[in-house]
């Protein structure tokens, strides 16, 4: 059982279907979350509830009507709230510091092995694919940069990291 | 909804090179398009591990070389290639010689018995087991090649800053874009802001000059019939910031881009 909530702002009955919003939504919030506080931090997973839970409090007492897209509205929230958490947490580190929280081991040993995994591939692509991986996203070149540095046009470079990633995962699904 | 963004933007974003505009727009939009979320999201995956274990990966001992000019003369059997030489240099870093292959006899020390001890302190990461003199000889030509052409250097925080008519003291204003090639004429001109100015003034010219405004913000848009008579070829384009009082604060370069055919 679904619950539906009639959207009636706009023409014909188009309902947001709340549980199917929070399976599509909970996953891109909890991305922008973790990028705005840092993978590091303990709370993310607390502001992503906040914010899927003021979405749905929006939603159910109509003050989102569909007025705009509901990734928007979404987007929305999410953004406010980080602001929000963000000028919270200043104040509070400046009265008292704070004792950072360990992060969740369970969580570490899946990523590591993932990352341990690209890591070696990485090692094995041939020069010109490490080069521009290398330049581009370590380095931080720009395009034309790592194309200036490497004597090829930056099309060559979009290319070259395009056909990178490509590789990287062909490697990974073996 | 806007367009999906293309990957340099994707890549951009995930190393943090948009603006604050930019990143906004990106985000709204894979906000809405699950397609270019889960596109992101995979990316940001390789670009976060990148960017954490990047010095193991790509500099570490097990490190495949990089570029040809990189190649460890310790790797027995490995042949010393000349392609080094045709890569272009890294900006003022000059070309130095590859490193010397500890097999040779340093000339220097004729009559003197080549001791081989210095090959058990521990090779420094990438960089190959020379003699220490080798060593202090290059970092002194590296030393005097930077001296020498720090003033020629296109640094970002350089103090003194030349604009081509007037010598300025103050930190270089970096524009954001355009640069480099464009498809079509900009629709904005966008830089990052310095925090004492209380405007900037823009020249676009191509050569001669074609627009110029002054503006509080940091962005300028482009009005229709400038842009609409830019046909494709090389344009320079320069914004300085002023203070309150019309004292220059920071320029920047004349930035090139060219609208491609």
Not at chain 1, 27 to 44: E, H, I, M, R, T
Not at chain 1, 143 to 155: C, D, H, K, N, Y
Not at chain 2, 128 to 136: E, F, I, L, Y
């Amino acid at each position: 059982m679904s619950t539906k909530i009639e959207n009636t702002m706009k023409p014909g009955p188009e309902a947001i279907d709340l549980d199917e919003m929070l399976l599509r939504f909970r996953p891109v919030v909890g991305f922008k979350v973790k990028k705005a506080l840092g993978g590091g931090n303990p709370d993310w997973e607390d502001v992503v509830d906040e914010i899927m839970m003021q979405a749905i409090e929006k939603i159910k007492t109509g003050e989102f009507r569909g007025e705009s897209s509901v990734g928007t509205f979404i987007y929305t929230i999410t953004s406010r709230r980080i602001i929000d958490y963000i000028r919270l947490k200043t104040r509070i580190l400046k009265e008292a510091p704070e004792v950072p929280a360990l992060p969740d081991p369970h969580d570490q040993v899946e990523r590591n092995e993932r990352a341990e995994r690209l890591a070696e591939a990485i090692k094995q692509l041939q020069t010109r694919f490490r080069d521009v991986l290398y330049l581009y996203y370590y380095k931080d070149f720009s395009r034309e940069e790592v194309a200036r540095e490497l004597g090829i046009s930056p099309a060559r470079v979009s290319e070259r990291v395009n056909y990178a990633r490509k590789l990287l995962k062909k490697m990974l699904d073996r | 909804m806007n367009e999906c963004p293309n990957e340099d933007r994707i890549d951009r974003y995930l190393t943090g090179r948009l603006t604050e505009s930019e990143t906004a727009e990106l985000e709204e939009h894979y906000f809405n398009c699950s397609a270019c979320f889960q596109k992101i999201s995979e990316r940001n995956e390789l670009v976060e591990m990148i960017r954490d274990r990047g010095a193991e990966i790509f500099e570490g001992a097990d490190a495949g070389p990089i570029h040809s000019w990189k190649k460890a003369p310790w790797k027995e059997g490995r042949e010393q290639s000349d392609r080094w030489k045709e890569t272009p240099s890294k900006g003022f870093l000059p070309r130095v010689s590859p490193p010397i292959n500890a097999s040779d006899n340093a000339p220097w020390k004729d009559g003197r018995e080549r001791s081989d001890r210095w090959k058990e302190t521990p090779s420094k990461g990438f960089l190959p087991r020379v003699s220490r003199w080798v060593t202090a000889a290059a970092a002194a030509v590296l030393l005097a090649a930077v001296l020498v052409l720090i003033p020629t250097f296109k640094g970002r925080d350089l103090k003194i800053v030349s604009t081509g008519d007037e010598a300025v003291r103050g930190e270089s204003l970096i524009v954001l874009s355009p640069r480099g090639e464009v498809k079509a004429a900009p629709a904005a001109f966008e830089w990052k802001a310095v925090g004492a100015a209380a405007e900037y003034r823009l020249a676009l010219s191509g050569p001669e000059t074609l627009w110029t405004t002054v503006t509080k913000a940091m962005k300028a848009d482009l009005p229709d019939n400038v842009k609409r008579a830019m046909k494709p070829g090389l344009y320079q384009w320069q914004v300085k910031a002023y203070s309150a009082q019309g004292t220059l604060l920071a320029a920047s370069p004349k930035v090139d881009f060219r609208i491609a055919d």
